[in-house]
């Protein structure tokens, strides 16, 4: 979610009315979420100036851990050179501790591709923008399932408005830093995440869904205590 409304934030410094807009100073500490969305809180050091140039070799950037050298345009300005800075920060402030850690492991390739080309610069920022939107589309849309194999190990029992209070492990990624807590696009996925934990015993069903509209599902390692609850749907082993 942050990678995604930080590519849309640079999306729109790219074809600002201002023109091209750069980040002078692109430090983590320089943005803040509100209501989900990455907003930039300081614009002292953003320019609009494309700097200028008479060959490429003054379309020079540097980093700490690469460089890079852009191309001069005939009109005496280096190619997206705003646009590429904003998006190779992007890429080693963010993108690499965030992108490809906690997706599915159908999605981890296209991630890894776009960590891959903003790193390398072979993108600009409206193509970074498309595969990221593409990668969102498959995720709630449930189309990264497709050709995964799903024949369940173990049969499940349903419990209509019950819920196992305790019973918790922990595992990573997790909504909860004292139990398993996941989001799935259906109970079907939540069935292959419980039988690829061999402590998993039982899942439920929440009426809690994440910004993408998935269900969170706490997955449980015994289902010894099983409470009503008329908000949850407890499947168990």
Known sequence: QICLSLVRLLHYLAHSPLGSVTLLDFRPRQFVIVDGELKVTDLDDASVEESSCTSNSDCFMEFPARNFTLPCSVEGRCQSMNEKRNLYNAYRFFFTYLLPHSAPSSLRPLLDKI??????????IDETAAQLERVLNLYKSGEYLQNTTRVPKAEYRRVPEAFIPDENYRCWPSYHHKGCLLSVFDVNEAIEICDSYSQCKA???TNQTTWTGRQLVFFKMASNHIVPDPDKITYVK
Request: proline fraction near 0%; glycine fraction near 16%; hydrophobic fraction near 55%.
């Open 203 to 205: 899942f439920v069903l």
């Open 115 to 124: 960590v891959n080309a903003t790193g390398e610069l072979h993108w600009g």
